[in-house]
C-alpha cells in the first residue's frame, strides 16, 4: 500500500506538536512541585515510618492552592504588636496573624514543647515567626499566653497559648491562609490560642 503525499508531513507534524505539548506539560508539572530551596533536596531527615512527617513534606512541596484577594481580607497590622488577632475571610473567623499582618500557624507535631519539629527538608517553606526583644500582645490577645521560645538556631521564635508560630511561604499576602490544614498538621489560630480546624 503506497501512502498518500504527504502523510509523512502530516504524521511528523502531529508527532512534532505531541511531544512538544508533553514538554510543555512536563516543564509545567515540574515547575509547580519544585522548591525555593538551592539545597536541590526536599527529603526529611526526620526518621522513616512518621506519616506526619511524611504528609507534611509531601503537602509542603505541592503548589498551594490561590486565594482570591476579595476573599481573603484581614484587617491592618497592629502598629508594635509581635502577635495581633484579625478577621479572616477564608477561614471566617478571626484568627492569629503577625506584625506584618501574615497569617501564622501551629504545627501539631509540636504540640506544646518550646523545641520545633519541623523536618529540616521543609523548613525554608515554613519559617518560624520570631522577635527581637520583649514580644507584644495585640488588643484581645492575652499577654500571658505570648512567650518566646530560643530554638537551637539561636532564633527566638513565638509561641502563644504553648503553641510555637510558623508563617507559611505559600501565603503572599495579609489575609491569605494557603497552609490552613496542609498535610493535617498545619493549622491557623484562634485568639485564644486553639487550633482551628
Known amino acids: 500500500m503506497t501512502p498518500l503525499p504527504g502523510a509523512d508531513r502530516v504524521f511528523s507534524r502531529r508527532r512534532l506538536l505531541q511531544t512538544g505539548g508533553l514538554t510543555v506539560s512536563l516543564g509545567a508539572l515540574l515547575a509547580a512541585c519544585g522548591d525555593d530551596d538551592d539545597s536541590g533536596s526536599t527529603a526529611t531527615t526526620a526518621a522513616a515510618g512518621s506519616t506526619a512527617v511524611a504528609a507534611t513534606t509531601a503537602a509542603s512541596t505541592t503548589e498551594a492552592p490561590a486565594t482570591s484577594a476579595a476573599a481573603a481580607t484581614t484587617a491592618a497590622p497592629v502598629e508594635g504588636a509581635s502577635l495581633a488577632a484579625a478577621d479572616n475571610a477564608t477561614i471566617g473567623e478571626e484568627i492569629l496573624v503577625d506584625s506584618a499582618g501574615m497569617t501564622v500557624y501551629l504545627f501539631v507535631p509540636d504540640g506544646t514543647s518550646t523545641t520545633s519539629a519541623v523536618p529540616d527538608g521543609i523548613k525554608a517553606n515554613w519559617p518560624p515567626v520570631t522577635v527581637t526583644g520583649d514580644p507584644v500582645a495585640g488588643p484581645g490577645l492575652d499577654a500571658a499566653l505570648l512567650t518566646v521560645s530560643a530554638q537551637p538556631d539561636g532564633a527566638q521564635q513565638l509561641a502563644y497559648n504553648g503553641h510555637l508560630l510558623y508563617l507559611f511561604t505559600g501565603d503572599a499576602a495579609p489575609g491569605d491562609a494557603n ?19
Open 179 to 197: 497552609g490552613q490544614a496542609l498535610g493535617d498538621v498545619w493549622y491557623v489560630l484562634s485568639p485564644a490560642g486553639e487550633q482551628i480546624g
